[in-house]
């Protein structure tokens, strides 16, 4: 499934996967993906590190579960659906540990400016999770554990210089996932001025 | 031309664009792809404005211009290829002005967390840019008006509680664009440490 329209009405987080590896090859194709995102002045500030290693995914998987167990869990306990609560408890607690490869992705701070970051990184990850999503791998944007940058600048490798961004589990997925909940987006498009609704 | 892989590696920033609407029904369906990217608890914290007012367009452009000459070009002279200062110095005066359709995206920070609106966002502007280039449309993702924040809301009419976060032009590219520069991924890819390269 490579259309994009399909691509992307299909995207799912996925926090639980299948026992059963990931090629180079398809790696390499959701990576290069990843690096035609558009980034401010073209500086393409991201890097990548390939966690396959168990104890790396390992050390991943406990920073995240330490990070939703110490707030994230209680903060979100109130806010999200009970069904959204125990997909996330059950990934932050093993299910994306289990995922047989991480991509903890990276700023260069120095090859990329601070202030424009985030819009230089995200396309790039949103890339990767759809081209992923095409060759029928699931992923998922997870960032609980970037609020531990040292814990996570040291499991990689990352220097100071190297602002951690985001952790995607890839791997096949545990069971198909139905389509995505979301609001239409005329509820939340204007024309001209905010509050004259699209329609 | 609908093939992930394709409209991927085709993507360019546009800074120049046809004197041709664009239809209702087409920014419908870019918008609706917008909406299915990923968010923070999936609070899918977006607010789109499609500016096709004159009069708005062209304070938008008056804001991307200041910008860009009061700062922006003195900044990115040294930074960027003299190919690409040359196009976004066209594009900063008058280019993305004379677009048909501006797109202002905003994060409303009362329905997402203040803290994970950039993972929020970004990842649906990439989809919206994807999707127009899908069905022939050019977009740049541009950022430089957001640091004026106050001016861009008054534009738009952005409450407090929304933060503006990008402005996308969206238009008929003036000219087609060859294939994007970019390094290739291996050159920013490490398995399970930074410095381990991947090739």
């Not at 609980?144 to 961004?165: H, K, N, Q, S």
Request: avoid cysteine; aromatic fraction near 8%; proline fraction near 8%.
């Amino acid at each position: 499934m490579t259309d994009l329209f399909d691509v992307i009405h299909a995207q799912r987080a996925h926090r639980a996967f299948a026992d059963r590896p990931v090629a180079d090859a398809d790696l390499a194709r959701i990576l290069d993906a990843a690096v035609y995102a558009p980034s401010a002045e073209n500086k393409q500030p991201w890097e990548f590190v390939v966690v396959r290693d168990p104890a790396g995914r390992a050390a991943i998987g406990a920073l995240i579960e330490r990070a939703w167990n110490s707030a994230g869990k209680a903060f979100s306990h109130t806010r999200l659906s009970p069904a959204l609560l125990t997909d996330v408890d059950a990934g932050a607690t093993g299910g994306i540990a289990a995922a047989p490869v991480h991509i903890v992705v990276g700023a260069d701070t120095e090859r990329g400016l601070r202030q424009t970051v985030a819009e230089s990184i995200f396309p790039a990850v949103q890339n990767l999770m759809l081209a992923a999503g095409a060759i029928g791998l699931g992923t998922a944007l997870t960032t609980i554990a970037v609020g531990y940058a040292d814990e996570l600048r040291a499991i990689v490798g990352f220097p100071e210089t190297v602002r951690p961004m985001a952790v995607i589990p890839v791997g096949y997925p545990a069971r198909p996932l139905g389509p995505p909940a979301r609001e239409p987006f005329a509820h939340h498009t204007h024309r001209d001025r905010y509050g004259d609704r699209w329609a």
